[in-house]
């Protein structure tokens, strides 16, 4: 599997920003599916994850202002998934570089893990800016 993450850029505070994120490759089997942040220096953060059955889970920096959701258009046909992050009522902590993660198959959790530790797939990431 690979990912590929699209739709970053600057945007002012309060602003909106769409991030997606296409999965190709052996993805029609159960999978969790994350977006990170990391800012210089600092540990990637778990911001908001996502399963095959649609549960979610959300860093409390986020909750209320972020929604996570995928496609689920892959089949054995066509392997991909889409994933997204629509971003609102953006603040300037929320800059940094946002990557797109995955695991599929592999342990089963009862909600979507915001762990570095849990994903074996990685995207090459996405800048966002927050700033007047």
């Known amino acids: 599997v690979s990912m590929a993450e699209s739709g970053g850029g600057s945007v002012q505070p309060g602003g909106s920003l769409t991030l997606s994120c296409v999965a190709s490759?052996?993805?029609?089997?159960?999978?969790?599916m994350a977006w990170f942040r990391q800012e210089p220096g600092q540990e990637r953060e778990g911001i908001a994850a996502?399963?095959?059955?649609?549960?979610?889970?959300?860093?409390?920096?986020?909750k209320g202002r972020f929604t996570i959701s995928a496609d689920n258009a892959a089949s054995a046909d066509n392997g991909k998934n889409t994933l997204y992050l629509q971003m609102n009522s953006l603040k300037p902590e929320d800059t940094g570089m946002y990557y797109c993660?995955?695991?599929?198959?592999?342990?089963?959790?009862?909600?979507?893990?915001?762990?570095?530790?849990?994903?074996?797939?990685w995207g090459q990431g996405t800048q966002v800016t927050v700033t007047s």
């Open positions: 996502i399963d095959r059955r649609g549960y979610t889970s959300y860093t409390d920096s986020v």
């Open positions: 490759g052996d993805t029609y089997r159960r999978y969790y």
């Open positions: 993660a995955a695991v599929y198959g592999g342990d089963y959790w009862l909600t979507p893990p915001l762990g570095v530790e849990a994903y074996d797939t």
